[in-house]
């Protein structure tokens, strides 16, 4: 059974960058494409990238295009989520989840398995 564990939230200050990691647990993610959503107070979990199981194919919403950065390392069981040029609207809880292989319809959340546990954000000042 994989398991996904996030890890790297906080608080930040407008402009500001972290990096959230996503570490697997339970099963090699090699055949896994992992997606990253949010979810802000009062609003629906949305999916924001997505990176297919080889990582040759990345998808992202327009929302954080040119902003934020998603990348794996598979034989570290791990994919990362470098967030750059931080706004307060992106301050969310945000979720990693796993998906066999491709990221096709990648926003969609009933075509994940499993999801992590969430890690929050905060983008303030």
């Known amino acids: 059974q994989l398991q996904l564990v996030e890890s790297g939230g906080g608080l930040v200050q407008p402009g500001g960058s972290l990096r959230l990691s996503c570490a697997a647990s339970?099963?090699?993610?090699?055949?896994?494409?992992i997606g990253w959503f949010r979810q802000a107070p009062g609003k629906e979990r949305e999916g924001i990238l997505c990176i297919s199981s080889g990582g040759g194919t990345t998808m992202y919403a327009d929302s954080v295009k040119g902003r934020f950065t998603i990348s794996r390392d598979n034989a570290k069981n791990t994919v990362y989520l470098q967030m750059n040029s931080l706004k307060p609207e992106d301050t969310a809880e945000y979720y990693c989840?796993?998906?066999?292989?491709?990221?096709?319809?990648?926003?969609?959340?009933?075509?994940?398995?499993?999801w992590g546990q969430g890690t929050q954000v905060t983008v303030s000042s």
């Open positions: 339970g099963s090699t993610l090699d055949n896994y494409a």
């Open positions: 989840a796993a998906r066999a292989w491709t990221c096709s319809a990648y926003v969609r959340l009933e075509g994940y398995d499993y």
